[in-house]
């Protein structure tokens, strides 16, 4: 078999995973259409289809799409169509993977890669918080649809954002600015939290280049002037949400309390949850400011973090962690970021390497496999109707 036939090979068969993925997801989706009570296949599901049908509240793209497929009939579709998301962050997980590594890897495995990307979960041990969910820090996360529309239209929106940023003196024209500017207002609209712990970073980028004289500097103005819609959309957003109807009453400085409501170990938990990555950091420290996809996808992890550690909400919402899904979103990026790295690392020359370095790199490894067994099996459990939370 030619390097080409095998090449197509591993091709078609990451397609069929992903659509196998897909098709699972569907299924997954129908269960918790169709939940009434207890604990097999909960979800966040009916109660957001009761919030727009039943009490008119739109403050998510979610609201609009539910409400529209009530009133045409239509809401056993929507099963599908939150499993198109999810294969829609497949897709655009393999893209980003694609840039960050230059397109030198096989499309086979980068679509293999993307697909494991979205079913990493914590390391898990019993004992340390409340369940496999509750008390971990994920970004697979499949039973918040506001999440998974803001999870594939966020990565779409960093891959516009990373390309105009990687050359912004060339690539940043006006038909660019006027297309980041509206998948940036409509990710936003989907959930703000993506909004919350990225633009921050994309501000510092801006001062980046502006130090750098990377481009013209009303140029550099008019590409910061792409958030303002959706400033408006967070606006609109807080109106409907934190309405003054005494359910919510908004957010406080609280550290900790969000963070802490399931786990009375935060440090060990933080870093479970993230263990693989950490464990590349530790390796590339020195490649930090030098990485810029790199140094992106920590500190947007870090902005995520500090959000979620140090706000909370009040009143009925006090114990959703609602302010977890910015940070949420972020992990995909310094677990994306951080397999280049260590794909890279195998690549240049293991058995030349510092005997340290490989038994760090071998390690690694072991807490990626983890990674990987924890999320395969928490997924296969949610299938299996097990709620998640997983308590216990």
């Known amino acids: 078999m030619s390097k080409n036939d095998n090449s197509l090979t591993l091709k078609y068969f990451s397609a069929v995973l992903v659509l196998i993925y897909t098709g699972l997801c569907i299924y997954l989706y129908y269960r918790f259409l169709v939940w009434e009570s207890g604990s097999v296949y909960e979800s966040d599901l009916p109660a957001h289809i009761s919030l727009a049908v039943d009490d008119g509240l739109i403050y998510s793209l979610i609201s609009l799409l539910i409400i529209g497929l009530n009133k045409a009939g239509a809401l056993n579709a929507l099963p599908v169509i939150l499993g198109g998301f999810a294969a ?41 918080s409340d369940g496999r969910y509750m008390g971990m820090h994920t970004s697979s996360i499949w039973h918040n649809s506001t999440y998974l529309l803001m999870k594939w239209m966020g990565l779409w929106t ?5 390309k105009i940023e990687k050359d912004i003196s060339e690539k940043l024209t006006l ?101 693989f990555p950490l464990m590349i950091l530790v390796l590339h420290i020195k490649d930090l400011l030098k990485n810029r996809y790199m140094l992106f996808a920590w500190l947007c ?69 983890w990674h990987t067994w924890c999320g395969l099996l928490f997924f296969g459990k949610l299938v299996s109707g097990v709620s998640y939370m997983m308590w216990g």
Not at 91 to 101: R, V
Not at 108 to 114: E, P, R, Y
Not at 158 to 162: A, D, E, I, S
Request: charged share 10%.
């Open 88 to 128: 829609l962050s497949v897709f655009f997980s393999d893209k980003l993977l694609a840039e960050i590594t230059s397109h030198k890897w096989n499309e086979g495995i980068t679509l293999i890669a993307a697909l494991f990307l979205n079913i990493f979960m914590p390391c898990y041990i019993r004992g340390l």
């Open 158 to 162: 960093l891959l516009v954002y990373l």
């Open 175 to 275: 038909k660019s600015f006027v297309y980041f500017t509206v998948i940036l207002m409509l990710t936003t609209a989907a959930k703000p939290n993506f909004f919350l712990a990225v633009a921050p970073v994309m501000f510092i980028f801006l001062v980046i280049d502006l130090v750098r004289k990377a481009a013209p500097v009303k140029r550099l103005i008019l590409f910061a002037s792409s958030v303002i819609p959706s400033f408006v959309i967070m606006i609109l957003q807080n109106n409907s949400l934190f309405d003054g109807d005494g359910k919510s009453s908004g957010i406080i400085f609280a550290p900790g309390r969000a963070m802490t409501a399931h786990t009375g170990y935060l440090l060990p938990v933080s870093v479970l949850s993230i263990a």
């Open 301 to 369: 992890a870090a902005v995520g973090y500090l959000q979620y550690f140090l706000f909370a909400e009040e009143g009925a919402r006090a114990l959703d962690a609602n302010l977890s899904w910015g940070y949420a979103f972020t992990i995909i990026l310094i677990f994306g970021v951080s397999l280049s790295l260590w794909a890279c690392d195998l690549k240049s020359g293991f058995k030349n390497m510092h005997v340290i370095k490989r038994i760090w790199l071998v390690a690694s490894g072991c807490f990626l496999l």
